[in-house]
């Protein structure tokens, strides 16, 4: 005798042990067969749907790390655009910085230079005067020396062209050393002129 507790669960039979077969009544076979059959059944659909859910979980953590990759990509190259950005700024900004320290040393040594020459041109002007006035002052001096003794030959010449002599030759050496000296003279002129 045998009763089916729920349709879920393999039904308990109520059976007679003999010694080298069990028997059933007629229809208890077939109702085990259909239990055992549905209790298959259904172990085989929780396996499929756990062999489902195990694929879909794989499928997506698959896809959600696939989706965090590309969102990690996705903000550090817009991280790296920003820090590539802000990095070329920098360097603008340290060029302009060393542009104008670089321009300010520049006007500074170029105010120097300047400095340095209007100094030396300064201290250097008294005596370069000086020395224009002595080298004028010697000029006038040698220029008179040399007037003199030019003065002196020509009062020779003329001695002895008065005692007689080749007079041609003398007349001819008194003109140039006349000219001579009359050139002498100007240029004594000129530079008494500028010297005093």
């Keep these: 005798m045998f009763d089916l507790q729920s349709h879920n669960r393999v039904p308990r039979v109520t059976c007679v042990p003999h010694f080298a ?8 076979l077939e109702a085990l067969d259909r239990a055992r059959l549905a209790e298959r059944a259904r172990l085989l659909a929780r396996l499929q749907a756990v062999a489902r859910g195990a694929n879909h ?13 590309l969102a990690a990509q996705a903000r550090g190259a ?5 820090a590539t950005a802000l990095l070329r700024g920098a360097l603008a900004a340290q060029r302009i910085a060393r542009g104008r320290a670089g321009r300010a040393l520049a006007l500074a040594a170029r105010r120097t230079r300047a400095a340095s020459m209007l100094q030396r041109t300064a ?4 005596p370069k005067r000086r020395f224009v006035r002595a080298r004028l ?3 006038a001096a040698q220029a008179l020396a040399r007037g003199g003794l030019a003065r002196r030959r020509a009062a020779t ?8 002599g080749d007079l041609a030759a003398l007349r001819e050496r008194l003109a140039t050393e006349e000219s001579r000296t009359e050139e002498l003279d100007s240029h004594l002129g000129f530079l008494s002129e500028v010297v005093w």
């Design 137 to 139: 002052a010697a000029r």
């Design 57 to 69: 979980r794989r499928s997506w953590l698959t896809a959600r790390w696939g989706a965090t990759r």
């Design 157 to 164: 010449l003329r001695a002895r062209a008065a005692r007689g």
């Design 78 to 82: 817009r991280s790296r655009r920003a």
């Design 123 to 126: 201290r250097g002007l008294p």
């Design 21 to 28: 077969q069990v028997y059933f009544r007629p229809g208890v």
